[in-house]
């Protein structure tokens, strides 16, 4: 059983989840929130492009709710990173933002499975953009509703839609101008255009 679990753990998704996870962080963190913090003068709170929910979204569709450990695994870091904590610091804030911003995706997608409403990859390799990004909406609001909550400590009361506003907002565009990217990825490829 146990040989089991831990083969799950080390196989190559889950590398892949964690790697571009963490890339997409690294930009967020060395571009994007530069950027938007020469900008805003509150500081950020919510990212007006947040990559890396791409990943929460695509790794949840194409692997389920498996996803969450590896998720879970680079959110942990990538937090502990932004709030200069060790884990053993972390608040009641810290892991409802961490905890949302995991569950986010997977949920959306099982929660439309139950409904009925299946948008896990099919057999015939069409990819449905639309409908990713559809969930990826869904679960934006997940996310925006339970990290709002979870870092009311980090800003005013009177702000707080505000806050939601961008948690919904850089999660939409995060995952929208990583999708733009695969299409055109993808369609540059399968025409063997590589230069």
């Given at each position: ?169 850089g999660d939409?565009?995060g995952l ?7 299409v055109f ?11």
């Amino acid at each position: 059983m146990l040989k089991k679990l831990l083969s799950v753990f080390f196989s190559q998704w889950w590398l892949i989840i964690i790697g571009s996870y963490g890339a997409l962080w690294f930009v967020q963190t060395t571009v994007i929130f530069p950027i938007e913090g020469a900008f805003l003068k509150n500081g950020i709170v919510a990212s007006f492009l947040f990559l890396p929910h791409a990943v929460r979204v695509l790794g949840a569709w194409l692997y389920g709710p498996k996803v969450v450990f590896p998720l879970l695994s680079i959110a942990v870091i990538c937090h502990t990173q932004l709030v200069d904590k060790s884990i053993f610091e972390f608040t009641r804030g810290d892991i409802i933002s961490v905890l949302g911003g995991v569950i986010c995706a997977p949920l959306t997608f099982e929660a439309m499975k139950i409904m009925r409403v299946d948008v896990y990859p099919k057999d015939d390799g069409i990819i449905s953009w639309r409908t990713l990004l559809f969930v990826g909406i869904v679960s934006s609001v997940i996310n925006a509703f339970v990290n709002g909550v979870g870092n009311s400590a980090y800003y005013d009361v009177e702000n707080t839609i505000s806050v939601l506003l961008r948690y919904l907002v850089g999660d939409v565009v995060g995952l929208f101008v990583v999708l733009i990217i695969l299409v055109f990825t993808t369609r540059k490829y399968r025409k063997g255009d590589y230069g």
